[in-house]
Structures are given as structure tokens and as C-alpha cells.
């Protein structure tokens, strides 16, 4: 019915680390708080989960930023209503 569905399967829940206690914390991701990571477990979850980095391409340029925000709906009738103004010479309403 829903393209990708057998994709959720491989799906984990996310667990709210920020929300439980440090110690459940530590028993949930098998780590020693005095000693941390071995090199080889470090290792292991680097090749297993990939490095800590954000992705994406950065931020939107202003003019990106710019052309969204008049993108929208009503901002687009309000201009059409503003040049609408100035074509019938209604320069109050403009």
C-alpha cells in the first residue's frame, strides 16, 4: 500500500537519551563513565555508524531565504493587491 513500507523494518525507535537518567544512559549504550570507549570499540561504532556530522549544504542564501518567504500565499495576494493600487492610481490603498 505505502512505498517503502518494508523499509521500516530496518527502522529503529529513537530513544530520547536527552530525557533519561545519565546512568540509564550509560546501560543503554554499554559505555563505563570513569574509563569510556576502547580505541577498539571507538573504532567499531565509527565503521558501524558513520562520523558525528550534520548534513546538508549549509545555510540558504538570503535571497533563498527571501524568495520563500514571499513564496507564500497571502504574501503573493497582498502584492498583487499593491500593484493592482498603483495601476488604478489608488495611491492611499497602495
Given at each position: 500500500?505505502?512505498?517503502?513500507?518494508?523499509?521500516?523494518?530496518?527502522?529503529?525507535?529513537?530513544?530520547?537519551?536527552?530525557?533519561?537518567?545519565?546512568?540509564?544512559?550509560?546501560?543503554?549504550?554499554?559505555?563505563?563513565?570513569?574509563t569510556g570507549l576502547s580505541t577498539s570499540e571507538?573504532?567499531?561504532?565509527?565503521?558501524?555508524?558513520?562520523?558525528?556530522?550534520?548534513?546538508?549544504?549549509?545555510?540558504?542564501?538570503?535571497?533563498?531565504?527571501?524568495?520563500?518567504?514571499?513564496?507564500?500565499?497571502?504574501?503573493?495576494?497582498?502584492?498583487?493587491?499593491?500593484?493592482?493600487?498603483?495601476?488604478?492610481k489608488d495611491w492611499i490603498e497602495a
Amino acid at each position: 500500500m505505502f512505498k517503502g513500507k518494508e523499509k521500516q523494518a530496518d527502522v529503529q525507535p529513537v530513544k530520547l537519551y536527552h530525557i533519561l537518567e545519565p546512568d540509564q544512559v550509560f546501560i543503554d549504550l554499554d559505555v563505563n563513565p570513569a574509563t569510556g570507549l576502547s580505541t577498539s570499540e571507538a573504532e567499531r561504532r565509527l565503521a558501524l555508524h558513520g562520523t558525528n556530522e550534520m548534513r546538508g549544504g549549509g545555510r540558504p542564501s538570503a535571497f533563498k531565504i527571501l524568495l520563500r518567504q514571499l513564496a507564500n500565499l497571502m504574501t503573493l495576494i497582498l502584492i498583487a493587491a499593491i500593484v493592482v493600487a498603483f495601476v488604478i492610481k489608488d495611491w492611499i490603498e497602495a
